[in-house]
């Protein structure tokens, strides 16, 4: 499905290369050895030093447009999985967590008929500064340096067969509900209309949080910051 893979060694933001090609109308992806100002959900920096695999994919969906983040944070689990890792989890609605640190981080954004999802992951980075401390990477998890693009590969065959499937039939969350972490625990979700606590409910096919609230109602979250709460 990923026609084209574009190559950079330094940029601003694979987000914002991608846009340059989204009148060609080709599915491709735009990869960087460094980003100068990678960015996160909500604008947050993303830590983008060389040895972290850096990416953004330039999609066209007809179908299902909420789920495109649920498909990359799924192909980078399978792609790890293929290189042995286990402990890998998903927080909603855009982290990848490899025993419980964020190894992986995903942003998606419409931009005129397409979807542009970015994906960092942080592979070969030996160190983080103390506000990155719940961060980890493939090198300090094993002690091992590995190919970034072999990393790519792997992750976008993963991407295009979901992608696929997922314009065709639709992807049935269920099935990887057992990647999802946080479901039946208290927890907040801060969305830009306030905060909302409540237990985790499940996950629905259209990747939105369903959380019931304190008065046990179910609420539908597509966005939004979940954070852990002890009871």
Not at 35 to 58: A, E, M, T
Not at 72 to 93: N, Q, V
Not at 127 to 134: C, I, M, S, V
Not at 214 to 223: A, L
Request: net charge positive.
């Amino acid at each position: 499905m990923i026609e084209r893979v574009i190559r950079y060694n330094r940029v601003s933001s694979t987000q914002d290369k991608a846009k340059e090609f989204v009148e060609g109308r080709r599915s491709l992806a735009v990869t960087a050895l460094t980003q100068d100002k990678g960015r996160g959900r909500q604008g947050r920096i993303w830590f983008s030093p060389k040895g972290g695999l850096y990416v953004s994919l330039l999609v066209y969906p007809e179908h299902r447009v909420t789920s495109i983040p649920l498909l990359a944070s799924l192909s980078i689990i399978r792609a790890l999985e293929e290189y042995g890792f286990s402990k890998l989890t998903i927080h909603w609605p855009n982290d990848v967590l490899l025993d419980n640190h964020k190894v992986c981080g995903v942003v998606c954004e419409r931009y005129r008929d397409a979807v542009i999802c970015g994906v960092g992951l942080n592979v070969n980075i030996g160190k983080f500064g103390p506000r990155l401390r719940k961060a980890t990477s493939l090198t300090l998890e094993t002690g091992k340096e590995y190919d970034i693009d072999r990393i790519l590969e792997v992750f976008l065959r993963h991407f295009s067969g979901l992608y696929d499937e997922l314009q065709l039939r639709g992807l049935k969350v269920k099935e990887v509900l057992n990647y999802i972490s946080g479901l039946g625990e208290p927890v907040e979700v801060l969305t830009a209309q306030g905060v909302v606590r409540g237990t985790v409910s499940d996950i629905d096919d259209d990747w939105a949080l369903l959380l019931r609230d304190e008065s046990g109602i179910i609420k539908k979250f597509y966005y939004g910051d979940v954070r852990r709460l002890e009871w």
